[in-house]
C-alpha cells in the first residue's frame, strides 16, 4: 500500500530588504468537539464570535493571550483535505489532497464583530504588535506524515499618511499504520504561535501555507521500505500566500486641496458617492495637513461625521505665499473643505495691505493618485 501527500512545489525563501522571515512551525494537536463546532462542513468559519470561541479552545490559556483585548489579532487558515483510497491491481492507494482552504483576521475586543463576506473579506490588522497565526486541518488522516511550515514575512511599509506627507514634500523639491487504523485516526487538528512583530507594527504580512512532508512505501506486509533519509524535508505548499494589511488607525494626514469656483468643476462618481475635482491646476492647489479629533482609517471610503481641522500652504516656491486655516468633512478619500486664505497679493491693495483674507472652498483629495499630476 502507497501512502502519499499531495504533489507540490517546494517553497522558495527569498531574503528581501526590509523583510523579516518567520516560519511557524508549532506541532499539530487535536482539535475538540466544540471548536470544530465552529467551524461549517466546507470549512468556513461563519463570524468573529465563532472564531472567538475556537481560538478560546485552542489558544486560550497560552499567557499573554487575551481575547478581549482590541490590541490582539490572530490571523487563522483553516485546510480542509480530502481523504481517498484507490484500488489498481493489488496495490492500493491512499491519497490526501487540499480540497478547501480560507483564511481570517480575529481581532480582539466585544465591539469588533464581523459576519458573513464582511468577515471572511477582511485583511487587516490594526498596527497591532500581538499578532498570533493559528491553524486548523480538518479530515487530516496523514497528520502524522508531516509538520507545518507556514512562511511568513513581514515587509516594513510607511504608514498611509507619513507616505503622504513624504510626496506632498516632494512638489517643494524636499525628496524624502494500516489503512483500518488511519480510518478510526484522529484527523481534526490545529497549531499555531504568536508572530515575531517587534518594530513592525507598520508592515505588510505575507503568510505562505506550506507543510514538511516525508514520503513513505508501504509494503504488503506493513513494513515501511524505501524510506526517504530522515535528514531531508521536502516543504510543499498548500496553496498561494496570503497577505494582510497591518497599519493602525491615525490622527493626522496629508493631502491635496484643489478649489472649486463652480459646478462644473467637480465630477461625481456615482457608485462611490465621491465628488472629485475635474481638473488639477497646480498653481490653485494647496498642501494640506488634517488633524482629525480621533484616530480614523485613512484607507477607508467612509464618511466622517464630525470635521476635521485643516492647515495649507501653496504649492510653489513660496508656500508662504498663501496659508490656509479651516475645516474638512466627508469620506476621507475626496472630502470637501471650506475655510480661509492669507493670501500675499500680487500688489498691495487700495487699503495699502499686502495680505488679504479670501474664503476658500474645494475638495481635499488623497496624495495618492494625484501626486503625479502635480509635478
Given at each position: 500500500m502507497l501512502l502519499t501527500l499531495l504533489r507540490g512545489t517546494p517553497v522558495m525563501a527569498q531574503t528581501k530588504a526590509e523583510t523579516h522571515e518567520q516560519v511557524v512551525k508549532a506541532g499539530l494537536k487535536a482539535l475538540s468537539e466544540k471548536a470544530l463546532a465552529q467551524i461549517s462542513d466546507d470549512g468556513e468559519?461563519?463570524?468573529?464570535?465563532?472564531?472567538?470561541?475556537?481560538?478560546?479552545?485552542?489558544?486560550?490559556?497560552?499567557?499573554?493571550?487575551?481575547?478581549?483585548?482590541?490590541?490582539?489579532?490572530?490571523?487563522?487558515?483553516?485546510?480542509?483535505?480530502?481523504?481517498?483510497?484507490?484500488v489498481d491491481g493489488e496495490a492500493r492507494y491512499i491519497r490526501q489532497n487540499l480540497k478547501d482552504q480560507h483564511w481570517y483576521v480575529f481581532q480582539g475586543g466585544k465591539g469588533n464583530l464581523?459576519?458573513?463576506?464582511?468577515?471572511?473579506?477582511?485583511?487587516?490588522?490594526?498596527?497591532?504588535?500581538?499578532?498570533?497565526?493559528?491553524?486548523?486541518?480538518?479530515?487530516?488522516?496523514?497528520?502524522?506524515?508531516?509538520?507545518?511550515?507556514?512562511?511568513?514575512?513581514?515587509?516594513?511599509?510607511?504608514?498611509?499618511?507619513?507616505?503622504?506627507?513624504?510626496?506632498?514634500?516632494?512638489?517643494?523639491?524636499?525628496?524624502?499504520?494500516?489503512?483500518?487504523?488511519?480510518?478510526?485516526?484522529?484527523s481534526n487538528f490545529w497549531g499555531g504561535e504568536p508572530l515575531e512583530m517587534k518594530g513592525w507594527s507598520a508592515s505588510d504580512i505575507s503568510v505562505l501555507p506550506a507543510v514538511s512532508v516525508k514520503q513513505l512505501i508501504i509494503g504488503p506486509d506493513g513494513q515501511a521500505f524505501g524510506r526517504v533519509d530522515p535528514a531531508v524535508v521536502t516543504q510543499m505548499k498548500l496553496g498561494e500566500a496570503a497577505t494582510f494589511d497591518n497599519e493602525g488607525r491615525h490622527r493626522w494626514?496629508?493631502?491635496?486641496?484643489?478649489?472649486?469656483?463652480?459646478?462644473?468643476?467637480?465630477?461625481?462618481?456615482?457608485?462611490?458617492?465621491?465628488?472629485?475635482?475635474?481638473?488639477?491646476?497646480?498653481?490653485?492647489?494647496?498642501?494640506?495637513?488634517?488633524?482629525?479629533?480621533?484616530?480614523?482609517?485613512?484607507?477607508s471610503n467612509a464618511s466622517q461625521?464630525?470635521?476635521?481641522?485643516?492647515?495649507?500652504?501653496?504649492?510653489?516656491?513660496?508656500?508662504?505665499?498663501?496659508?490656509?486655516?479651516?475645516?474638512?468633512?466627508?469620506?476621507?478619500?475626496?472630502?470637501?473643505?471650506?475655510?480661509?486664505?492669507?493670501?500675499k497679493l500680487t500688489a498691495p491693495n487700495a487699503e495699502g495691505k499686502e495680505r488679504e483674507w479670501q474664503l476658500t472652498f474645494g475638495v481635499l483629495m488623497k496624495v495618492r493618485g494625484i501626486i503625479d499630476k502635480l509635478k
Open positions: 468559519i461563519a463570524n468573529s464570535a465563532n472564531a472567538a470561541i475556537l481560538l478560546k479552545e485552542t489558544i486560550g490559556d497560552t499567557p499573554g493571550v487575551d481575547l478581549e483585548d482590541d490590541s490582539f489579532h490572530c490571523i487563522i487558515h483553516v485546510a480542509k483535505w480530502n481523504f481517498e483510497r484507490e464581523l459576519s458573513g463576506e464582511e468577515f471572511s473579506a477582511n485583511r487587516r490588522i490594526w498596527g497591532s504588535k500581538r499578532v498570533w497565526l493559528v491553524y486548523v486541518h480538518l479530515n487530516s488522516k496523514l497528520a502524522s506524515r508531516y509538520t507545518p511550515a507556514y512562511v511568513v514575512s513581514l515587509t516594513k511599509k510607511n504608514p498611509a499618511n507619513l507616505d503622504a506627507l513624504t510626496g506632498i514634500l516632494g512638489l517643494f523639491g524636499i525628496g524624502a499504520g494500516e489503512f483500518s487504523e488511519l480510518q478510526n485516526a484522529a494626514d496629508a493631502g491635496i486641496a484643489v478649489p472649486i469656483r463652480r459646478a462644473t468643476d467637480l465630477k461625481f462618481d456615482t457608485t462611490t458617492g465621491v465628488a472629485t475635482p475635474a481638473k488639477i491646476d497646480k498653481t490653485a492647489a494647496l498642501a494640506m495637513l488634517s488633524l482629525f479629533p480621533y484616530p480614523i482609517d485613512l484607507k461625521a464630525v470635521p476635521h481641522l485643516l492647515f495649507g500652504v501653496d504649492i510653489s516656491e513660496k508656500p508662504l505665499d498663501q496659508v490656509f486655516v479651516g475645516a474638512g468633512w466627508g469620506p476621507v478619500f475626496a472630502n470637501f473643505y471650506a475655510g480661509g486664505s492669507y493670501v
